[in-house]
């Protein structure tokens, strides 16, 4: 019989077993690599809406939520759906308007749960009021060159910044917008909100590539002229000494990739 040691460290007859039990394992991961921890559930959170548009993807569209964005996107005409409002919400001159723009554009108005509603918006934060809008309707390139002028996006990300452009689309006469399939900013219930209602006076569409698409325009006798800030002409005078040419106007972050 032995005595049990009472020193720390593998004893005779462990086997090895402790000392196999003191090797690293590698290095902690990272919290949001950790499934129960609190920055996780941020990040999961975080990835379900984007704060700054306030609009989120759905199966049948766009969901748009918050009292500020529903009632600009409504202001815009946009063609919403439905309209969501939260039972014994708080009223407030936003809530009111929105039900009294909804009204007027004959929308179906529907009263839900506060668990209704966060389900509906994917737990974004949307202040008792929700509205629904269906896929943009995008066209084919050939429905848009009955007109003389047409603007290629090259590089536009952000959504604001598709609805501004359309506004001055719209302002400056043009047929319609261009976009890249890939890498683009597309049509979201912000880019309406940002474009005041000038996407439903404006044909938009996707094509896999900007050059193939230029390409054939110049086929077609289109003219291209893309927009620089460094650039050493003043546009004014290129589209005097233009004539009664069709024109793709091609703006955008990298306009030097569609060879124009």
Request: proline letters at 5%.
């Amino acid at each position: 019989m032995r005595k049990p040691s009472s020193k720390k460290g593998a004893t005779i007859g462990s086997g090895g077993q402790r000392r196999a039990g003191l090797k690293g394992k590698g290095p902690t991961p990272k919290a949001v690599d950790r499934d129960h921890h609190p920055a996780a559930r941020r990040a999961r959170r975080a990835e379900r809406r984007d704060p700054r548009d306030a609009d989120v993807a759905g199966p049948a569209g766009t969901v748009v939520v918050g009292r500020n964005s529903v009632v600009e996107v409504l202001r815009a005409g946009a063609p919403a759906t439905a309209l969501y409002v939260q039972v014994r919400v708080a009223s407030d001159d936003r809530l009111r308007e929105a039900l009294r723009l909804a009204e007027q554009a004959a929308l179906p108005i529907y009263e839900g749960s506060r668990t209704d509603l966060d389900g509906l918006a994917h737990h974004s934060r949307h202040q008792g009021l929700v509205l629904t809008m269906p896929e943009f309707g995008y066209c084919d390139i050939s429905d848009l060159t009955a007109g003389d002028l047409l603007v290629f996006l090259d590089g536009i990300t952000d959504t604001h910044n598709l609805g501004a452009i359309a506004r001055s689309a719209v302002a400056f006469g043009a047929s319609g917008l261009v976009l890249p399939s890939r890498r683009s900013a597309h049509v979201t219930a912000s880019a309406w909100k940002s474009s005041a209602g000038a996407l439903a006076r404006l044909g938009v569409a996707k094509v896999p590539n900007l050059r193939s698409a230029l390409e054939n325009l110049h086929a077609d006798g289109w003219m291209s002229i893309g927009l620089v800030p460094q650039g050493d002409q003043d546009v004014r005078t290129v589209c005097e000494r233009m004539g009664p040419e069709r024109v793709a106007l091609v703006v955008g972050s990298e306009i030097g990739r569609a060879h124009v």
